[in-house]
């Protein structure tokens, strides 16, 4: 992905599990466990992760308890985490977006899975890490339109299941709908969209075509693009595959309405967390460039900078 050296860190109270998981992300530069949530915090404070991979079920500290802890401490609460468990509920899962969590990933593993839930939120990572560099060299975006209300777009044929996404995700944000590919993606491009919802079947245009379409627009940089599905489809090959080659940022299950709102809200959630991260960093470092040329204005005056 990157000559960038990622650091992992995997907590899981069962050792075969850890060593599976392991070996499912060899390519993703250094690892580090942990069989239990006390031991996890100690290993974060020591050397801050990129990601966590964590288990829900561990005895004393449960994963629920510790993603609690770390997402209250100042220093700690930006590291995503991903729970990787095998309590498939709905409940359970809304629970951990509750809590903060990036993603949910039920095992069985599957290592196309593993790898393309770890490659989106290290994709994400990564983009924060080049647009501190663009700014370290002296490169300022405008700010991003973070006191814009929340528009989500939704992309979808059928009239009775689009009025249902209406009607589930009215409180996240003012929703703006399309039927067809085509008008999809007019409508990204001119509504400024905090994200956008892409039904996998369109009548004109397949899914994940239209989330690479999107994907390549310069104006939706840093929007997440969510592919809907029907049913057990949602754990197809092909889209976790999208996530992989990064033409989605998620794959939502219409057979789970509650954890398909849990999943958008979170998506709005990290659209601000990265705005409000990327505008510290951008402020940083012009304060950073304006005291350098005080400097150099004093050194132009024939005076000694303190």
Known sequence: MSAYKFKLLIVDDDVATVRIMSDMLSDYGERRFALSGEMALLLARQSTPDLILLDASMPGMTGFDFCEILKADSELAKIPVIFVTSHDAPALEID???????????????????????????????????????????????????ALPDNILIIESDPVRLSRLQDLLHDLGRCVSAATGAQGLERALHSLPTVILVE??????????????????????????LLMTEGANSEATDYEHALLDGLADSVLNHAYPTVLKARVKNAIASVHADQKRMGAIREYWLAVEKAARRVERKDGEGTVPE
């Not at 290592?111 to 994400?124: D, F, G, M, W």
């Not at 990572?125 to 060299?137: G, H, P, T, V, Y």
């Not at 004109?204 to 690479?212: E, K, P, R, Y």
């Open 200 to 225: 996998a079947a369109l009548p004109d245009a397949n899914g994940m075509q239209l989330c690479a379409a999107l994907k390549k627009e310069p104006r939706l940089e840093g929007v997440p693009v």
């Open 96 to 146: 951990a977006f509750r809590l903060g969590a990036s993603d949910y990933v039920t095992k069985p593993l599957n290592a196309t899975q593993l790898r393309a839930r770890v490659e989106t939120q290290l994709r994400k990572r990564l983009k924060i890490l080049d647009q501190s560099e663009s700014f370290r060299a002296g490169s300022f975006l405008p700010p991003t339109l973070g």
